[in-house]
């Protein structure tokens, strides 16, 4: 839990709509039969650029953008979830 909401118990928790856009660039020595299965790709990309540099992978170009958007341009079902997690009585 957040020390931060613990501290103030009638503080509401204030959550948003964000756009993310994350372009990464790195070499990566690995299996060839991975680079068949995108989604297991993805995975693994993501988990060995988080885990960091090391002999096998080589970082060349990171960037992270991220803006609040206005909910009305969020799915219904991210509107609905935001709903649930404000309506919450766990996050104040």
Sequence with gaps: MN?????H???Q???GVFECEIH???????????LNDREKLLELLIDAFTAGADEY???L???VKTKEISEL??????RRQL??????STLT
């Design 24 to 34: 990464l660039k790195f070499r990566l020595i690995e299996e060839n039969c991975v």
């Design 83 to 88: 709903m649930r997690l404000r309506n919450s």
């Design 9 to 11: 118990p009638n503080r």
């Design 13 to 15: 928790l204030e959550v």
């Design 57 to 59: 992978l080589e970082p």
């Design 73 to 78: 341009e969020a799915s219904p079902h991210m």
């Design 61 to 63: 170009h990171s960037c």
């Design 3 to 7: 020390p931060d909401a613990a501290s």
